[in-house]
């Protein structure tokens, strides 16, 4: 495995210093500086809509700014990868976020909501409407799943059931 060179490494903690959002400056610092958690997380809650989601902006390829499945995917991995208790509350709204908004009909989530259309993002997904409105999104599907029988959400020691 090749490794950076000590210029390669102040350039790129440089860059990510000085032109990264503040919540990836969090996490950098975490991860290589001794950071703190609860840094990630003062900076992650601002990310969090009042319906226990991610939106706003997390994902910055779509800037929404309403709560999505994909965007509070996200969130728990930034969390669960610090370390942070499902008893956490930001946890604890995310997760609930997810359980309100299961679709069990089709056994899943719209990984996006239809405001997605209308917010800045990047062209790597495909989206296009359907015929009764609703948004489908075609090339995240690595990230969600559709389940025919039930599912379960694991979150460090919890598990919940849904059917």
Known sequence: MRKLSERQWFNASSFLKTRARKLEKALF????????????????????NSDGGFGKGLEPDFRCEHSSALATVIGL???????????????KNAVDFLLNT??????????VPKEVETA??????TIKKKVN????VQKFSATFITIKTSFQLN???TNRLCR
């Open 155 to 157: 979150f460090k020691g």
């Open 77 to 91: 991995r930034y969390l669960t990868s610090i370390g942070i208790e499902e008893t956490n509350e930001v946890v």
């Open 102 to 111: 299961f679709n069990r009909e089709k056994m899943g989530w719209e990984i």
């Open 133 to 136: 409105g609703e948004i489908q």
């Open 29 to 48: 610092e975490y991860e290589f500086e001794n950071g703190s958690k609860e840094n990630v997380v003062k900076e992650l809650v601002l990310f969090q």
């Open 120 to 125: 800045p993002r990047a062209f790597g997904g």
